[in-house]
């Protein structure tokens, strides 16, 4: 067992310090924010069959998305896979100690985020305006409207955390209250976020293009 | 270790453009062929491995912790797909959901 696997565990007999070893040689704070990950992946899996399932039974499905609201997806592809790829310039910059540098792509980050959810509420209000409700539209089936709010909403709540989230580790980290693995472990919660959108634009925009 | 890091940082761009262009992908396939679900899916499933492996640097942690997360999220995932055969036995009995 290498000791650099090993990290300070609690106290054993005696006050004797009890060595632990790393799960996965990767911090458990790591780890937990793995395991979170893959429950939320989970979560996001069940949501988009239920709206699967849905779309499925109904015989007069909606079709929806025109060129405009494509375009507008696109765009918000673009700034979320960019502020993906920022979030891994903080990172590099956390475990080269430059706090200043990280601090900046950690905020250009967020700021993409909040692009991307103004973006999309400017969508749901075109939505809403056009009588778009969770249990009943102009078009076709009434569900339509639940299974595009409880998808998208759920996403969106998603990037409104991890938002606040990176804005607190941000500050935190320039101020050195906190290390560059907490940069790190955020940074993965906001890669999972860009995950989940590159299954929801195929599944919720594409598949309901108007044709 | 600087040859390392500038290496690191191509393949960072490289993937960055590829999930881009997947996207792009999607939607010409969805406009000229049709967006068909299994299409979507495994255009979808290219970017999110590209991603998990590049972006979340999965790829390079050890095999173990692979092992420990993906199988069995996949296996969740996959068997999510029961529930098809309801929604097909649905649209016949009842054709507007109402």
Redesign the interface.
């Known amino acids: 067992m290498s000791d650099a696997n090993l990290v300070l565990g609690h106290t054993g007999e005696r006050g004797s310090t009890v060595m632990e070893e790393r799960p996965f040689v990767i911090p458990s704070s790591k780890l937990v924010m793995w395991l979170f990950i893959i429950s939320d992946a989970c979560t996001f899996g069940a949501v988009l069959f239920a709206y699967g399932y849905i779309r499925n039974s109904a015989a007069d499905w909606p079709l929806v998305f025109e060129s405009a609201s494509i375009w507008n997806t696109l765009l918000m592809t673009f700034i979320l896979v960019s502020s993906s790829l920022t979030v891994l310039l903080a990172v590099r910059a956390s475990q080269s100690d430059n706090r200043q540098a990280a601090f900046r792509w950690t905020m250009i980050t967020a700021a993409g985020g909040i692009l991307f959810t103004l973006l999309h509420l400017r969508e749901w209000m075109t939505l809403i305006g056009e009588g778009v409700r969770p249990f009943q539209n102009p078009w076709g089936a009434p569900l339509f409207g639940a299974a595009f709010f409880s998808v998208t909403g759920l996403h969106m709540a998603h990037v409104v955390g991890g938002v606040v989230a990176l804005t607190v580790i941000g500050v935190g980290y320039r101020s050195g209250r906190y290390a560059a693995r907490h940069v790190e472990i955020w940074a993965l919660y906001w890669h999972f976020v860009d995950l989940v959108w590159m299954f929801v634009v195929p599944l919720i925009y594409l598949l309901n293009m108007k044709r | 270790m600087s040859s390392g890091n500038s290496n690191r940082?191509g393949t960072?761009?490289i993937v960055?453009g590829a999930?881009?262009a997947i996207?792009?992908v999607?939607?010409v396939v969805?406009?000229t062929m049709?967006?068909s679900?299994g299409r979507?899916?495994i255009?979808?499933a290219i970017?999110?491995y590209l991603?998990?492996m590049f972006?979340?640097h999965l790829r390079d942690?050890?095999s173990?912790?692979r092992l420990?997360?993906i199988p069995?999220?996949l296996f969740?995932?996959v068997m999510?797909?029961m529930?098809?055969a309801?929604?097909?036995r649905?649209?016949h009995l009842r054709?507007?959901?109402?």
């Open positions: 940082t960072t761009y960055y999930i881009l996207a792009v999607q939607v969805a406009l049709g967006p679900l979507m899916l255009l979808a970017q999110a991603a998990v972006f979340m942690e050890k173990t912790l420990a997360l069995g999220t969740v995932l999510m797909n529930i098809w309801d929604s097909f649905l649209i054709p507007f959901a109402k």
